[in-house]
């Protein structure tokens, strides 16, 4: 049976039915949830980056404490460490439980779509503990925006310096440069123009690189000075990237945040935020007229972000082919959450280890360990990255213990329909219903390939 649209839009733009409240159910719907505040956020807060800025001030100067023997040094700052990693893993239950519960589930995607699509990982640099602060602080605000103002935020805030070593990049010819002998870092210059904006194989060249490289220097970032634009350290003259002159003999972060506005205004980032769009929410392979509706609608609004999202949610062919995608272990969660009427008082009975045993190890082991993406292209996207045998038996495994510890007393055939409503064939209801025992049959309709795809 083909399914509805309220049935298309709630799993395939958002994480599912809910047994505990209502979500948007039509294109019309979804894009209206945008325009509304950002309530579950607000409800549900988490750490500014400011916040992180002190406690890790508050770690400098405990381990200069522990270096010197002082009095109680040692036991303070095995303390603060442990605050560190439990504030983490806090972090961790607040990503599940708002898309748990929020009305908004397409809201929630967007941000899941836009932090990978402006992926900074966790796998060193002390960066899993400022993590959640940058998605929420740089991601968050802009997902229904402008992409001008979203690619600023992400590009210049202090994790995505850090993550791509912007912060150990020099103008060789400035006066830091000329007095310490360093010189540029790359990293986060190619990444905006292969990742962040036009695109894997479009027109730039590596003297674009070089040159943007040059043009990013003086952006700066550490805990003791926070975020500043070094004059310093910025490459003195002007830089050509794509043709276009920028900065003279003064730099300026003008030049910087104009350069961006540029690269958002391209017409190859248009098509590249277009087929990502198409490949994340409707098939690893999407129709051209699809990509081309939001490429247009990008382009005719000058990278207004509601206008793409329209364009692809007008489009016949996102609303076909159900079943396309695979859900990455993050949404299988949350949906599952969703699905078995979990409450935020469950959730917040969770204990750090259940977290860990319940949250963190179960994603490790399907592939996807919490914020720590392989690479700054973040997660991959085709289905047969994810539907794996070690991934499903990872998913099998998963939905035995959480059924077992989270899940309402629900018959498995009533369960089925509730989740995935006509997606669930008689056929299949009737499988699920001969299962040994209530554990099982949930657990089935968990692992099957109805709910883990999209």
């Not at 083909?2 to 019309?28: C, D, N």
């Not at 095995?78 to 961790?92: F, G, N, T």
Request: glycine fraction near 8%; charge should be neutral; hydrophobic fraction near 40%.
């Amino acid at each position: 049976m083909k399914p509805s649209m309220e049935t298309v839009a709630l799993i395939r733009f958002g994480y599912g039915f809910s047994a505990l409240s209502k979500s948007a159910t039509t294109s019309a719907d979804l894009l209206a949830g945008l325009t509304t505040p950002d309530t579950i956020a607000k409800t549900l807060p988490i750490a500014s980056f400011a916040q992180r800025e002190d406690e890790s001030r508050e770690m400098a100067v405990l381990r200069r404490a522990r270096k010197l023997n002082e009095d109680g040094a040692l036991e303070a700052l095995k303390a603060a460490r442990q605050k560190s990693v439990y504030s983490h893993l806090e972090e961790m239950r607040t990503a599940f439980v708002r898309p748990m519960l929020s009305p908004d589930g397409f809201r929630e995607r967007l941000f899941r779509f836009w932090s990978d699509h402006f992926t900074v990982a966790g796998r060193d640099k002390g960066l899993r503990f400022i993590i959640s602060a940058y998605g929420d602080e740089a991601i968050r605000p802009h997902i229904a925006g402008n992409f001008r103002d979203l690619l600023r935020a992400a590009v210049t805030h202090p994790a995505m310096l850090i993550y791509l070593d912007q912060v150990l990049s020099i103008g060789p010819n400035s006066a830091a440069g000329k007095r310490t002998g360093r010189g540029l870092n790359e990293n986060l210059a190619r990444e905006v123009l292969e990742l962040h904006t036009l695109g894997v194989g479009s027109s730039y060249r590596q003297q674009d690189v070089r040159q943007f490289a040059e043009l990013l220097t003086g952006l700066m970032y550490d805990f003791k000075n926070g975020f500043r634009f070094r004059h310093n350290a910025a490459e003195p003259g002007a830089e050509v990237v794509l043709g276009q002159s920028y900065s003279g003999e003064t730099a300026a972060i003008d030049d910087i945040y104009q350069a961006l506005d540029d690269l958002a205004l391209h017409p190859e980032t248009a098509t590249h935020i277009a087929k990502k769009l198409a490949v994340h929410f409707v098939s690893d392979d999407p129709d051209p007229g699809l990509v081309t509706a939001i490429a247009s609608a990008y382009r005719d609004s000058q990278g207004d972000l509601m206008a793409s999202y329209q364009a692809m949610l007008a489009h016949p062919s996102a609303w076909l082919g159900f079943g396309a995608k695979a859900k990455q272990p993050f949404d299988f969660m949350v949906s599952s959450l969703r699905a078995f009427g979990t409450t935020k008082a469950q959730m917040t009975d969770l204990k750090i280890g259940e977290l860990r045993r319940y949250l963190a190890a179960p994603m490790e082991v399907m592939g996807q360990p919490w914020q720590r993406a392989p690479g700054p292209d973040g997660w991959p996207e085709t289905l047969d990255d994810w539907i794996t045998p070690q991934g499903l038996a990872a998913r099998v495994q998963w939905a035995l213990i959480a059924t077992d510890r989270l899940a309402t007393e629900t018959d498995p055939a009533a369960f089925a329909g509730a989740a995935l409503k006509e997606v669930a064939d008689d056929g299949f209801r009737r499988a699920v219903g001969f299962s040994e025992s209530r554990l099982e049959g949930m657990a089935l309709v968990l692992a099957s390939p109805q709910f883990n795809r999209r």
